[in-house]
């Protein structure tokens, strides 16, 4: 089981203290990582908004199809789940290691002590952005209709869970 611990805004990513990296491991840097970073969530709305008026106009006729309260609501229930968010990175790093869930400025970090391997870091950084935020989206293209407010909920808790991503 990995051990997690919340730090708050206490500590931030630059003090976190790393193992070595193992021989075989490659350093992989990203090249304009902030410009990737917000593409990826502007994409991410895009998705988000197309999903939106495939809801209204093909599935309800052109008529509003969520209640403009429940996306409030589901707007600050994801924001909320960043916690959790942050937990289910954590999730694929091995029995023993050491997770960190903090706060630096506006956004929610996750790392871990132990190196893992190049596939699980993958699965690891997708899973969030799967359960919170591509799975609550499709569901609730599926869902009828009438049902206002699960659709709503859905719908704005997906987004937010695949912009965060």
Request: aromatic fraction near 14%.
């Amino acid at each position: 089981m990995v051990k997690i611990n919340f730090v708050g805004n206490s500590i931030s990513t630059k003090e976190i203290k790393y193992l070595p990296l193992p021989k075989s491991a490659k350093k992989f840097n990203i090249k304009y990582w902030e410009l990737k970073i917000f593409l990826s969530a502007v994409l991410s709305l895009i998705i988000g908004i197309l999903l939106f008026l495939n809801k209204r106009y093909l599935q309800n006729g052109g008529i509003f199809p969520f209640n403009r309260y429940y996306i409030i609501v589901g707007c600050f229930l994801g924001v909320l789940l960043l916690i959790v968010h942050e937990i289910l990175h954590i999730l694929f790093y091995p029995n023993g290691a050491s997770g960190i869930i903090g706060l630096e400025g506006v956004s929610f970090f996750a790392v871990s002590e132990s190196p893992i391997s190049r596939n699980k870091f993958i699965i690891s950084a997708l899973f969030p952005s799967f359960l919170l935020g591509i799975f609550p989206l499709i569901i609730s293209m599926f869902i009828p209709i009438w049902m206002v407010k699960v659709n709503t909920l859905l719908w704005s808790i997906g987004v937010v869970g695949l912009t965060t991503s």
